[in-house]
């Protein structure tokens, strides 16, 4: 009998950790509020694996037996029944986290482990409105999460050797490397990158050179395969912002202080790669990088 897992949030993040559980012979349960974002999720699953077919690294079997270990739902109560391990990608937004878990200890069985794929809000936070915080893990993954090899495995203040051990354990299981960590505010991927990305767009904001001059020296000057502006627009300007904000109340340090540039962008809608503009202009299909009209 297959281990059955349950993935909350059908977006970018859910749709992959669920496409790599399945295809690794897991039963999945993917579940979201949004039946349509769940047919959504299902068909970028079935693109993505058509992708790997093409270039050989599965078969057209494996396919067929991946999307076969899918099932989706809308209730949460029902999803998550018989699960071993719940990992939880929805919005990075704590009280919509917190929200989630509480329900989730509510309704899971006593043993299940609940995990969070939270890119930089406290792991200890999230286990304090449950009452299995040994139980209550960070499963951070990178996007996007069938190509990228790193899980972070973020340890909460209460979170036992055992669970750790077990989470190390389902990674490696999933071809993937697991790095412990220990829970503080952006961990160690977000912690280093964050304040990265910030610094270039605070360059671009006061001046020193432009979008495509900024991606340009950090690419070839630190050989970095994308500039920190692109890369911002890949994540998401709103994450970004999401994530800054929770360092600096974390640490109140300067370095971690938005950009009123980026705070702006957010709030004018211009989030990067989802909303078809950030630093740069993205049309579906073409790789081609086009500095947005405003920054010309």
């Known amino acids: 009998m297959k281990k059955q897992v349950s993935v ?5 993040m859910g749709n992959g950790i669920a496409h790599v559980f399945a295809m690794n012979g897991y039963q999945v349960n993917l579940i979201d509020i949004s ?5 959504r999720a299902l068909g970028t699953v079935e693109k993505n694996l058509d992708r790997m077919v093409k270039k050989e690294k599965i078969s057209e079997a494996d396919k067929v037996e991946t999307l076969a270990n899918l099932t989706t739902y809308t ?10 391990l719940v990992v939880e990608a929805a919005t990075e937004n704590v009280d919509l986290k917190l929200k989630i878990f509480k329900q989730l200890d509510e309704v899971t069985d006593a043993e299940t482990i609940l995990a969070t794929n939270t890119s930089s809000i406290s792991i200890t936070k999230i286990a304090a409105v449950t009452n299995r915080a040994d139980k209550v893990i960070g499963m951070h993954f990178m996007n996007p999460v069938p190509v990228m090899k790193l899980v972070e495995v973020i340890r909460g203040y209460a979170t036992s050797d055992e669970v750790t051990a077990q989470v190390m354990e389902m990674s490696k299981g999933l071809k993937k490397v697991p790095v412990e960590v220990n829970d503080y505010p952006g961990f160690v991927a977000n912690r280093v990158l964050m304040p990265m990305i910030n610094e270039a767009i605070y360059t671009l904001f ?3 050179a432009g979008v495509g001059e900024i991606d340009t020296v950090m690419k070839l000057g630190m050989g970095h395969p994308m500039g920190p502006l692109q890369l911002a627009d890949f994540i998401g300007l709103d994450v970004c912002l ?3 904000e929770v360092m600096y109340d974390g640490f109140r340090r300067p370095h971690h202080a938005p950009c009123p540039l980026l705070v702006n962008m957010v709030m004018a809608g211009k989030l990067g790669v989802k909303s078809g503009e950030g630093f ?3 049309t ?3 790789k081609e990088l086009v500095v947005a009209d405003a920054f010309k």
Do not use: F, N, P
Not at 8 to 12: C, D, P, Q, V
Not at 75 to 84: E, L, P
């Open 206 to 208: 006061e001046g020193v």
């Open 242 to 244: 999401a994530i800054l």
């Open 280 to 282: 740069y202009k993205h």
């Open 284 to 286: 579906r299909g073409s």
């Open 8 to 12: 909350i949030g059908a977006g970018t």
């Open 75 to 84: 209730d949460i109560s029902t999803g998550v029944k018989g699960s071993i």
């Open 35 to 39: 039946a349509a974002a769940l047919e």
